[in-house]
T-cell receptor
């Protein structure tokens, strides 16, 4: 099946700093990628849809100036959490569709803001 | 508002039994339905998907879809301890092209040896 990677797998940062998370499709091209956030014992919540070569589409309630998304190539999307605060601590997961409907998930990035 | 509802569980079954996981969805325009398994601390992995009313079988797993009742289920036969995980139901309204998934909160399954 299609493979999606994420880097880093874990990151700890201090409050007020910014963190960049990378999502790569390794063996296919992805014009669209999705970014999710999952808090403990909660479901995946879609944050935004990343579109190659154009602006990301953010879900209601997600601050686009805080969660910067760049999809500069067909295999890479990045999510930057700016001025991170402890409430941003979460499990961030990206996914990419490799065919019409199925999405392949990256392994996730555990962000802890101290 | 699109909603996907699942019983949070935990659902406890003995090894070898059939586990039945249920999911309801609110949007009648939903077209495709997915079951993902998520182990603690890991990202979801796709188990199977279903588009048409009826049953779809893949090994020990059977997905059942009833669009009239807006209900989708997953049966796991001969449950194994390794099946212990949270099972997420996801719904895609979709038409052509890529559409977003709406996830339920998941049902935790515990299979005891």
């Amino acid at each position: 099946g299609a493979v999606v990677s994420q880097h880093p797998s874990r990151v700890i940062c201090k409050s007020g700093t910014s963190v960049k998370i990378e999502c790569r499709s390794l063996d296919f091209q992805a014009t669209t990628m999705f970014w999710y956030r999952q808090f403990p014992k909660q479901s995946l919540m879609l944050m935004a849809t990343s579109n190659e070569g154009s602006k990301a589409t953010y879900e209601q309630g997600v601050e686009k100036d805080k969660f910067l998304i760049n999809h500069a190539s067909l295999t890479l999307s990045t999510l930057t959490v700016t001025s991170a605060h402890p409430e941003d601590s979460s499990f961030y997961i990206c996914s990419a569709p490799a065919d019409s409907y199925e999405q392949y998930f990256g392994p996730g990035t555990r962000l802890t803001v101290t | 508002q699109k909603e996907v509802e699942q019983n949070s569980g935990p659902l406890s079954v003995p090894e070898g039994a059939i586990a039945s996981l249920n999911c309801t969805y609110s949007d009648r325009g939903s077209q495709s339905f997915f079951w993902y398994r998520q182990y603690s601390g890991k990202s979801p992995e796709l188990i199977m998907f279903i588009y048409s009313n009826g049953d779809k079988e893949d090994g020990r797993f059977t997905a059942q879809l009833n669009k009239a009742s807006q209900y989708v289920s997953l049966l796991i036969r001969d449950s194994q301890p390794s099946d212990s995980a949270t099972y997420l139901c996801a719904v895609n309204i979709g038409g052509s092209g890529y559409s977003t998934l709406t996830f339920g909160k998941g049902t935790m399954l515990l299979v005891s040896p």
